[in-house]
């Protein structure tokens, strides 16, 4: 893949990282790519560099790094207790500014041409769906977005188009909370919902036992349709 790699400082409220992305030539719409719970690891950001290589310019901030810059997990025993811990620790209001200060950097980079999607995983997800609820990107994508069925009082609040992508067997996200979202949805014609039979929680990540490449690559695949009709 042909893309430009690199981490930048994001001056607000003390500053912090995010990993960008560009694609070949250097330009295209923006992604603002949210993580889940065990950072800026080595899994979003070949994310990041896959959505670079389809043509975006793609910013992923470190979302954890008021409890240590560039915290790095792994999905072992050990990982997933640290990353608990701190999806716990994490201040949700400041999160969501720091997603929109890196909404406002990602803007004003040279290279970004036209509109502004966000897409996240799992925690990253339900703050993709808080990121369009706050009206600070043109669409959103969010990956099995635990929490969102919890939340739906915003659900007025999307102006944007939204993609959905679920697990059939998520064993964190129930079918009943999935129902609840698309019933909260059912007279937006602008919020789509997609969900892959017999995948699990996790399924697009390719460094977990739950990763299921069919619906990896069915979701990627919807995705690009979705942002190249949106962006």
Same mark, same amino acid.
């Given at each position: 893949?042909?893309?430009?790699?690199?981490?930048?400082?994001?001056?607000?409220?003390?500053?912090?990282?995010?990993?960008?992305?560009?694609?070949?030539?250097?330009?295209?719409?923006?992604?603002?790519?949210?993580?889940?719970?065990?950072?800026?690891?080595?899994?979003?950001?070949?994310?990041?560099?896959?959505?670079?290589?389809?043509?975006?310019?793609?910013?992923?901030?470190?979302?954890?790094?008021?409890?240590?810059?560039?915290?790095?997990?792994?999905? =072992? =025993?050990?990982?997933?207790?640290?990353?608990?811990?701190?999806?716990?620790?994490?201040?949700?209001?400041?999160?969501?500014?720091?997603?929109?200060?890196?909404?406002?950097?990602?803007?004003?980079?040279?290279?970004?041409?036209?509109?502004?999607?966000?897409?996240?995983?799992?925690?990253?997800?339900?703050?993709? $769906?808080?990121?369009?609820?706050?009206?600070?990107?043109?669409?959103?994508?969010?990956?099995?977005?635990?929490?969102?069925?919890?939340?739906?009082?915003?659900?007025?609040?999307?102006?944007?188009? +939204?993609? +959905?992508?679920?697990?059939?067997?998520?064993?964190?996200?129930?079918?009943?909370?999935?129902?609840?979202?698309?019933?909260?949805?059912? =007279?937006?014609?602008?919020?789509?919902?997609?969900? $892959?039979?017999?995948?699990?929680?996790?399924?697009?990540?390719? &460094?977990?036992?739950?990763?299921?490449?069919?619906?990896?690559?069915?979701? &990627?695949?919807?995705?690009?349709?979705?942002?190249?009709?949106?962006?």
């Amino acid at each position: 893949m042909e893309t430009n790699s690199h981490w930048i400082d994001i001056a607000a409220d003390g500053g912090f990282g995010a990993y960008v992305s560009l694609p070949r030539g250097g330009k295209g719409p923006g992604i603002v790519l949210l993580q889940e719970i065990f950072g800026v690891n080595q899994h979003i950001r070949n994310v990041a560099d896959q959505y670079a290589a389809d043509g975006y310019v793609v910013i992923a901030p470190d979302l954890f790094w008021r409890h240590g810059a560039r915290i790095e997990l792994g999905y =072992d =025993d050990a990982g997933w207790k640290r990353a608990v811990e701190l999806m716990n620790a994490t201040d949700f209001a400041l999160a969501q500014s720091d997603i929109a200060a890196t909404v406002k950097a990602l803007r004003a980079l040279d290279g970004v041409e036209g509109k502004v999607a966000s897409l996240g995983f799992c925690f990253g997800g339900r703050l993709s $769906y808080h990121t369009a609820a706050n009206g600070l990107v043109d669409a959103a994508v969010c990956y099995y977005g635990g929490g969102i069925h919890n939340a739906l009082d915003r659900a007025g609040q999307i102006t944007v188009p +939204m993609l +959905m992508h679920f697990g059939g067997a998520d064993s964190h996200i129930p079918p009943a909370a999935v129902q609840s979202i698309a019933e909260a949805f059912g =007279d937006n014609e602008q919020v789509e919902i997609h969900v $892959y039979p017999g995948a699990e929680h996790g399924f697009n990540c390719n &460094h977990r036992a739950s990763y299921q490449q069919r619906a990896a690559a069915q979701a &990627h695949g919807n995705t690009l349709l979705f942002l190249g009709e949106q962006l």
